[in-house]
């Protein structure tokens, strides 16, 4: 009986149409254009990022090892949306189906997740090195390390398999447009017939907790680094804390600030076109932001690519 009701609640659909923002643009084709354009900056700026790490000797540390699974969680992260939003502007098909909907919110709500985790581990790191420099390499050694990443994309993954079930299991009736350019869970429950509301108050407390608590590591963290640096002797040391923690602070504040946009703040406040524009914001910006960041900022990070585009000495003597 449950199967037919569902059925007919779908009226033998089973396809969403993705509004998409190239319809709320008055120049469609160029906004394509620059959208494609920064995707390839962010493909290749992070895997540029990802390739130096892991070849040079020099980058082998703690803050790199999270840079780079930074870099290789903002690579899947733009794969997820920008592929399929430039596929349908190309082919005029903006249409995606229910399982293909279901994989793409569950990829996005687990990389999400994980980022978030993971700035607040590359925050503790950081914390680690500036307030406790001699203990350093056993409290960040390669095992704790690794402990840390894996508990971020576990954590992130819990998110994914916590949302996307639920979200995809209730009946949907009516228009299956999605006022959106992929398939973000609160614009796809809009589209519900059934009474969500229960749901969309534990959603809304998950995404609370999952926001709040990486964000008071972050900050406790670097509480106790400013108390260290305002301490420091050194002005050399002091201004080498601040830029290794500006880097991480900005791409913190870039993150953070539209993800409690659109998670914490209540619905009167939100349209699906600004919804759009600040998913905008952090699925595609964000990405090619991050390698810009920790390179153009990071002498080590320069040094290397120079070094691996064998740049002469010439340049060099210029980082010094």
């Known amino acids: ?16 149409i993705l509004v998409g923002i190239f319809s709320q643009s008055k120049h469609p084709a160029l906004l394509c254009v620059v959208i494609f354009v920064v995707f390839l900056m962010a493909l290749s700026g992070n895997t540029i990022l990802i390739l130096l790490i892991y070849s040079n000797v020099r980058l082998h540390t703690p803050m790199y090892f999270f840079i780079s699974q930074l870099s290789l969680m903002d690579v899947t992260y733009i794969s997820v949306t920008v592929p399929k939003m430039l596929m349908d502007r190309v082919t005029g098909v903006n249409t995606i189906s229910a399982p293909g909907c279901g994989m793409q919110m569950f990829l996005y709500l687990t990389l999400a997740g994980s980022e978030c985790f993971l700035l607040a581990s590359m925050a503790y790191d950081r914390y680690a090195a500036i307030c406790h420099p001699l203990r350093y390499p056993v409290l960040m050694n390669h095992r704790v390390c690794v402990l840390l990443a894996s508990g971020c994309w576990l954590l992130g ?5 916590l949302f996307t079930p639920i979200t995809m299991t209730f009946p949907f009736c009516g228009s299956w447009e999605i006022h959106h350019f992929f398939c973000e869970f609160p614009a796809v429950l809009t589209l519900s017939c059934s009474d969500t509301s229960m749901y969309e108050t534990f959603m809304y407390l998950c995404c609370v907790l999952m926001l709040l608590i990486p964000v008071t590591v972050i900050s406790g963290s670097y509480y106790f680094i400013l108390l260290t640096i305002h301490k420091m002797n050194s002005a050399k040391g002091q201004k080498k804390a601040f830029a290794t923690c500006s880097s991480h602070m900005t791409v913190v504040t870039l ?3 539209a993800a409690m946009y659109n998670y914490m703040l209540p619905s009167s406040y939100h349209t699906p076109e ?3 524009v600040v998913s905008v914001f952090y699925t595609i910006l964000t990405p090619v932001l991050n390698p810009l960041i920790y390179s153009l900022r990071n002498k080590d990070i320069m040094v290397a690519l120079k070094k691996m585009l064998n740049v002469g000495p010439v340049f060099q003597e210029t980082m010094k």
């Open 157 to 161: 993954s819990v998110d994914g398999f």
């Open 255 to 257: 993150f953070y600030g």
């Open 1 to 16: 009986m449950e199967d037919t009701t569902w059925k007919a609640n779908h009226s033998g659909r089973s396809e969403f």
């Open 274 to 276: 600004k919804d759009m």
